[in-house]
C-alpha cells in the first residue's frame, strides 16, 4: 500500500503522525497563548484554533514530506 506506515505491524495512514505533532504543537501554543492577553483580541476562540490547528498541521505535513520514502 503507497502512503502507510508500518508500526509494530499496525498500519497506519500516512497523515497519522503529522496529525499527532500538529496536534500537539498546537496543544502547546494554545496553552501558551492562554497565558498570555492575545485571546482577548480574537473574535472567535474556537474559529481561531482550528485555523491555528490547519496551520501547524500544513507546516507539518511539509517537514515530513519525504520521511517514508
Given amino acids: 500500500m503507497i502512503g502507510d506506515l508500518t508500526f509494530y505491524g499496525i498500519y497506519l495512514p ?4 503529522p496529525l ?3 496536534y500537539l504543537a498546537s496543544a502547546a501554543l494554545r ?4 497565558h498570555t492577553p492575545f485571546y482577548r483580541w480574537v473574535w ?3 474559529l481561531f484554533n482550528v485555523s491555528v490547528f490547519v496551520i501547524v498541521l500544513q ?5 515530513t514530506a519525504g520521511w517514508t520514502q
Fill in 14 to 17: 500516512a497523515l497519522a503522525l
Fill in 31 to 34: 496553552a501558551l497563548l492562554s
Fill in 20 to 22: 499527532a505533532m500538529a
Fill in 44 to 46: 472567535h476562540r474556537a
Fill in 59 to 63: 507546516a507539518t505535513v511539509r517537514w
